[in-house]
């Protein structure tokens, strides 16, 4: 496997369901991200993940909870989502130089997971 | 209220010709600019950026062009090719700050 993987590539789940959206990266970065892509919208940042550390979190909603066992994994743990959740999730990572100077360093995106909430 | 804006969905060139993909902002303290490319079932990858101290930058194909006195900038392909299609994603950050500021994307398609 190169680059930035997603699983599932797809996920249909029902309100109640609890589910969880994995991402790996196998660049040797630093640091990872989550971001949810809705239908002509731009990309909203979800969590960012610096050294295993959470680093920012813009007001989502708790029933999104991120976790990040080591510098290659990042999970995204789904429970009663509701159907305005439906979007493309997706999985960024990159190499940070300097903690304050991550935004400037590219970042590589996975495929995505096309999740639908029913 | 969007602090980067693509305000063109969509934009149709004939192959060979310039296409030209515009992007505004509203946030002067915007340290760096950088465009991102997009195919169906794809991640976006990174394309081209450039810094807020400079007015150009090219390469290859690709040229990006920042107006800051009108918040301003823009994607220059050419000549643009078939593989060019695709959605484009203008984005933003500051110096100080991990978040990327992301367009509503443009998606180019390149008739042959």
């Known amino acids: 496997e190169t680059g930035v993987t997603q699983t599932p590539r797809h996920l249909v789940m029902g309100m109640t369901n609890k589910k969880s959206l994995k991402c790996e990266q196998h660049?040797?970065?630093?640091?990872m991200y989550w971001y949810k892509q809705s239908a002509k919208k731009p990309l909203e940042l979800m969590f960012v993940?610096?050294?295993?550390?959470?680093?920012e979190n813009n007001s989502v909603p708790s029933r999104f909870s991120p976790e990040c066992p080591n510098s290659s994994h990042l999970f995204l743990h789904l429970h009663t989502l509701q159907p305005e959740d439906s979007a493309l999730y997706l999985c960024?990572?990159?190499?940070?130089?300097?903690?304050?100077?991550?935004?400037?360093?590219?970042?590589?995106f996975g495929p995505g997971t096309r999740l639908t909430v029913l | 209220d969007q602090q980067v804006k693509q305000n063109s969905p969509s934009l149709s060139v004939q192959e060979g010709r310039i296409s030209i993909l515009n992007c505004d902002y509203t946030?002067?303290?915007?340290?760096?600019f950088l465009w991102y490319k997009k195919y169906p079932a794809e991640g976006p990858t990174f394309l081209i950026s450039?810094?807020?101290i400079k007015d150009k930058n090219e390469d290859g194909r690709f040229t990006v062009f920042l107006n800051k006195s009108a918040k301003h900038l823009s994607l220059h392909i050419v000549p643009s090719q078939p593989g060019d299609s695709a959605v484009y994603f203008c984005?933003?950050?500051?110096?100080?700050?991990?978040?990327?500021?992301w367009g509503a994307g443009t998606k180019l398609i390149i008739k042959p």
């Open positions: 960024a990572s990159s190499q940070d130089s300097d903690r304050y100077r991550s935004s400037y360093n590219e970042q590589f």
């Open positions: 660049l040797g970065h630093n640091a």
């Open positions: 993940y610096s050294l295993e550390e959470r680093v």
């Open positions: 946030n002067s303290m915007f340290d760096y």
């Open positions: 450039i810094s807020s």
């Open positions: 984005a933003a950050c500051m110096d100080s700050n991990y978040q990327l500021i």
